[in-house]
């Protein structure tokens, strides 16, 4: 993030993605009659505290501030919200051993 109000991110580790997608499942907001992966393309903002309290899935709270960077590898799945008005980007990399 470049500079202005901070952006919060909730993170679920890759170790609990597919304990997270049979959590989604089950509660019927994905439609895989179309997709066989829309988590992929899907616009989601589970509650971080229902996911631990109901369904034991560890999710992480960061806050990114100005002059950060934040760094998230294949299956950690995340979202989050800004805190006001900044200037972000976000770029998506992949090394070769991916």
């Given amino acids: 993030m ?3 109000a901070s952006k919060f991110w909730y993170i679920v ?3 609990h993605a597919d304990q997270l997608e049979q959590c989604l499942a ?3 907001i994905l439609d895989r009659s179309r997709c066989h992966a829309p ?3 899907k616009n989601l903002f589970p509650n971080p505290i229902e996911l631990i309290q109901s369904h ?3 999710v992480y709270r960061i806050e990114q501030c100005p002059n950060e960077i934040v ?3 294949p299956r950690v799945y995340h ?3 800004n805190g006001g008005l900044n200037i972000a980007e976000s770029v ?3 090394l070769p051993s991916c």
Avoid: K, L, Y
């Fill in 92 to 94: 998506n990399f992949a």
């Fill in 56 to 58: 034991n899935i560890p």
């Fill in 71 to 73: 760094v998230t590898c």
């Fill in 2 to 4: 470049h500079e202005g």
């Fill in 79 to 81: 979202w989050g919200f």
């Fill in 26 to 28: 089950n509660v019927d």
């Fill in 39 to 41: 988590m992929r393309h």
């Fill in 13 to 15: 580790p890759s170790s």
